[in-house]
């Protein structure tokens, strides 16, 4: 899609900003594809008309918004799609990555009964040493890998639990144990990456990751499912919908918070 007369100089806009409107379509239309280089600032100036400097500025937005990636002594690349994660519905891995035109799949890594430690026990509301159900799994979508999954059950409600690597687990929840999920609350960490986590999703160790713990609840706010997550920061950002409650002088930021340590 070439754009001949794109930019405007008798526009109020910025040309920087003009030229930024106009590569980040040209990414979301796909005419370059994830991970493919740009032409360099000469060949985008020239195109355009404009000067090295604004095509560096525009460069630089599409940067901060993270279109692009820009590698020093490389180029320039297109970066690869990354999912919001933010006030949303209660959906599968499956169900989200369908909503993004990926093909969700996953790799079981493993799955046994163990005794629950404190903290599973605390999360589902059981007695220590309970058994629990764990399935340990890679979440792929379209192929590649976006997180390492560890859901823990309470083994009395999945009696005989068997699940392949194509199934979706809330499904088979559903369907053959009668487990609907009414709601869940999520808590994000930000992490570094640590081997085998960062060999299996396809990342450097020490890259920033997100560490993930949810507790999902069936209509009778009884917990049946405790699960902890290792997403790729790479692919994925969260985004907070903040609002200004009646009667408070500042924005309400109840779902971003500090952790404070109890005195």
């Not at 990414?27 to 560096?56: C, H, Y």
């Not at 779902?255 to 005195?263: H, K, M, Q, Y």
């Amino acid at each position: 899609m070439s754009i001949a007369g794109a930019l405007d100089k008798d526009l109020p806009v910025p040309l920087y900003h003009q030229l930024q409107a106009v590569l980040k379509a040209e990414i979301e239309s796909r005419r370059w594809q994830p991970d493919e280089q740009l032409p360099n600032e000469t060949k985008l100036a020239e195109r355009f008309g404009v000067s090295k400097i604004t095509v560096r500025q525009a460069l630089q937005e599409l940067a901060d918004l993270g279109y692009i990636r820009r590698e020093h002594g490389r180029g320039t690349f297109v970066a690869r799609r990354k999912f919001d994660e933010g006030p949303r519905e209660l959906t599968s891995f499956t169900e989200e990555m369908r909503r993004h035109d990926l093909a969700a799949s996953s790799r079981i890594l493993s799955h046994y009964t163990v005794e629950a430690e404190v903290k599973v026990s605390d999360a589902l509301r059981i007695p220590l040493k309970s058994p629990v159900f764990i399935l340990k799994r890679v979440r792929l979508a379209d192929g590649e890998p976006m997180s390492v999954q560890t859901a823990h059950i309470p083994a009395a409600l999945v009696p005989e639990f068997e699940i392949a690597p194509g199934d979706s687990l809330y499904h088979i929840l559903q369907t053959r144990y009668h487990l609907y999920a009414a709601r869940a609350r999520e808590t994000y960490f930000a992490a570094l990456a640590k081997p085998p986590a960062a060999e299996l999703l396809g990342v450097a160790a020490g890259s920033p990751v997100f560490q993930i713990e949810r507790v999902t609840l069936l209509p009778n706010e009884k917990p049946f499912e405790f699960v902890q997550s290792i997403v790729r920061g790479d692919r994925y950002t969260i985004v907070l919908d903040l609002v200004k409650q009646a009667g408070e002088s500042d924005l309400s930021m109840r779902a971003l918070r500090p952790s404070i340590p109890e005195r």
